[in-house]
């Protein structure tokens, strides 16, 4: 199936087989792209994203387990439960990387490496804004008997807001050059 976005660049064929039955087939004609990596970099660079959204996953994640008090503040939850959605999609990209190096369609480089551009700076944007809340409610809110865990919270969130960042020093590295 042709997404909506990608279907200029297709032509619908028909063709008649022995039964005389016809047969639609959506043939790619539109604009290739290359990736200015080798072979070897462009496997590096899947693997790379690999390793640093499963530790964003992970610390994110371990994040949410800290008990602290911000987390009953919605300006603290939600940007943290608002991360997951980009998330998927940051981890979804990554995944979509090819592993080869070759020309690409319009629809392989857009469900890859320009989604990991979007949506890399989309999650960075909800976790700052969470990372800016747990910060007022310290300065704030906060009870000063009780703030430890806090800290343990926040850290977790300035180190994948971290990695986010190198996600993005990674992409911003690639270009993607239309073929002739």
């Not at 028909?14 to 462009?42: H, M, N, P, S």
């Not at 602290?68 to 300006?75: K, P, S, V």
């Not at 959605?85 to 981890?91: C, D, N, R, S």
């Amino acid at each position: 199936m042709v997404r909506k976005k990608y279907s200029d660049d297709y032509e619908v064929v028909v063709k008649e087989d022995e039964k005389g039955r016809e047969k639609r087939t959506a043939v790619y004609r539109g604009d290739y792209f290359e990736v200015d990596l080798d072979q070897k970099g462009i496997v590096q660079f899947k693997n790379t994203c690999l390793l640093l959204i499963s530790l964003i996953i992970v610390f994110h994640i371990g994040a949410g387990f800290v008990t602290t008090q911000g987390a009953n503040q919605f300006y603290i939850s939600l940007p943290y439960a608002f991360v997951y959605f980009p998330m998927i999609y940051l981890a979804d990209s990554i995944w979509r990387c090819p592993k080869e190096n070759r020309k690409f369609t319009r629809k392989e480089i857009g469900l890859s490496y320009e989604r990991i551009k979007t949506t890399s700076h989309i999650v960075l944007s909800f976790l700052l804004i969470g990372i800016a809340g747990e910060i007022i409610f310290l300065l704030f809110f906060s009870d000063v008997v009780n703030y430890g865990m806090d800290y343990l919270y926040l850290a977790l969130e300035i180190l994948v807001g971290i990695l986010i960042l190198a996600v993005i020093k990674l992409q911003k590295q690639i270009s993607i050059i239309k073929s002739a």
